[in-house]
């Protein structure tokens, strides 16, 4: 018996070129309205590998995530870092209403203890969000694959940080997006989405902070692991 198109499109990983919101994975919202209408689902998506390029550190490559990642690990879960290439900002992260004694810090010794630390704490199921910064690692495709499937297994947002050189290799990750700073904003440009083409970048304005400070209590600093 020949299947339908409307039969086929029900099964997982098979969409119609044309439509942004059929979604296999739950998404989380950005927290830029912007953002979240060009992306499949109306959010950022979890239990699924993507891939946030850039040039440089510092420009809003985290922060642009804030809100997904609150909402990602709201119940409870932590909120991993593979190889930053600086100690997050805990002043930062608070306002952001990130929880500072979920979050977490790993400094891999070497390439493999990195992927298997990522590919670690995506599988566990403790981590709600696993950011990963791969850029001293070679193209991998087959450890991609794994992450990719580990943050299935985990229902974990899985994003995997790499400079824009690598738009030119493939990806198993359902999304992936390029950041550049504009005029003192951020523009994101999306090469890859379940969906039809993304025609134009996103420019996203700076969120306002709070003018009060933040204290961060001895009890709710970061935690700092080295993978060996």
């Known amino acids: 018996m020949k299947a339908s198109v409307a039969q086929l499109v029900q099964l997982p990983g098979v969409w119609r070129g044309g439509e942004l919101e059929h979604v296999a994975h739950p998404v989380v919202p950005t927290g830029h309205a912007r953002l979240d209408a060009q992306l499949p689902g109306g959010g950022w998506p979890t239990g699924t590998l993507t891939e946030v390029l850039h040039d440089g550190v510092g420009l809003g490559e985290v922060g642009f995530l804030a809100g997904a990642l609150a909402r990602a690990t709201a119940d409870e879960r932590m909120l991993a870092w593979i190889n930053p290439p600086h100690l997050p900002y805990a002043p930062a992260l608070a306002q952001a209403g990130l929880a500072l004694q979920r979050c977490l ?100 304005h700076p969120q306002p902070r709070p003018t009060t400070p933040v204290h961060t209590p001895a009890a709710a600093r970061v935690l700092q692991l080295v993978a060996r």
């Open 105 to 204: 810090v790993v400094r891999p010794a070497n390439r493999e203890d990195g992927l298997w630390a990522a590919e670690q704490a995506l599988k566990s199921g403790a981590c709600g969000a696993v950011l990963f910064w791969a850029e001293r690692f070679a193209e991998d495709y087959a450890w991609l694959r794994r992450l990719q499937m580990s943050a299935e297994a985990g229902r974990a947002m899985a994003v995997l940080y790499r400079s824009s050189s690598a738009e030119r290799h493939a990806t198993p990750a359902h999304l992936r997006v390029v950041l550049t700073k504009e005029e003192g904003g951020l523009v994101v440009r999306i090469p890859k989405r379940r969906g039809p083409p993304l025609s134009r970048p996103i420019a996203l």
